[in-house]
């Protein structure tokens, strides 16, 4: 079958690959219940700013994981774009 | 800390007042935290524009130019909703951060003019020590007390 942007054909096989139902969104409320065990844990845990923090480092990996996306399905105008996110997400990081 | 926050996210450094399972990071008080407070405020404003925005349009562009079906489409949706909600949850952590950073400064000793004084009590109250252990510290007070006197 040919690739989204029909530029050549891919394995039928290769896109056999078993779906993982939004894994990212099913990270973020495991992250999100670990800031309220905190918060009940111990009083001063600030349950949203340590939610924003742990969501620092999902954030990162969701981003990457779709560069290694739009590769894997041939979506290169993705691709481009995606990484141009990425490079200035993390070229402000040593900024702040 | 420093190093998370530099290659990761800037987001690793509200680490300094947000007490992560009741740790603290930070060993002293800030002495400018408005300047803290406005590099945050920054930092977050240029994540909406650079990374947030960008992702909002690309991810909606794909997913009306692409079909259901693949992990791609997903997580177009999932970095879709993930975008939209850290902008917001950043907005929202800005009005707190100020009354956190003046709750995370020490408590003065009533009465005390200098300001490096700490009043210990005061401390330990507010931490994560529990009852009973606060009830221990302050029958030892009491008790030296008793065997010593108050100071003059």
Redesign the interface.
């Known amino acids: 079958m040919a690739n989204y942007a029909a530029t050549y054909c891919i394995s039928e096989d290769s896109l056999d690959l078993k779906l993982v139902y939004f894994p990212f969104l099913v990270s973020m409320a495991i992250l999100f219940v670990l800031s309220v065990l905190g918060a009940r844990q111990k009083k001063k845990h600030k349950l949203l700013t340590n939610f924003v923090i742990m969501m620092g480092m999902l954030e990162h990996i969701a981003i990457i994981s779709q560069i290694i996306m739009t590769f894997f399905f041939g979506t290169w105008r993705y691709a481009i774009v995606i990484i141009l996110i990425w490079i200035l997400h993390v070229v402000a990081q040593p900024l702040f | 800390m420093n190093v ?12 300094l ?6 740790y ?1 990071f930070k060993t002293s008080e800030f002495s400018q935290p408005h300047v803290f407070e406005n ?2 405020k ?2 977050h404003l ?2 909406i524009l ?2 947030y925005i ?2 909002v349009i ?1 991810n909606m562009v ?1 997913l009306l130019d ?1 079909s259901w ?4 489409y ?6 879709l ?2 975008a939209i ?2 902008s917001i ?2 907005v ?2 800005w009005f ?2 100020r009354r ?1 950073l003046k709750e995370d400064s020490y408590k003065k000793l009533p009465g005390a003019k200098s300001s490096g004084m700490m009043n210990l009590m005061n401390v330990i109250e ?3 020590f529990s009852e009973n252990e606060i009830a221990a510290v302050k029958q030892q007070r009491l008790k030296d007390k008793l065997a010593f006197g108050t100071r003059p």
């Open positions: 998370l926050g530099a290659v990761v996210s800037w987001k690793f450094y509200k680490l007042y947000s007490h992560f399972w009741g603290s590099l945050q920054y930092a240029y994540n650079t990374t960008p992702i690309l794909g692409l079906g693949t992990q791609l997903i997580m177009m949706i999932e970095n909703i993930i909600i850290m949850l950043g929202v952590e707190f951060m956190y507010d931490s994560d």
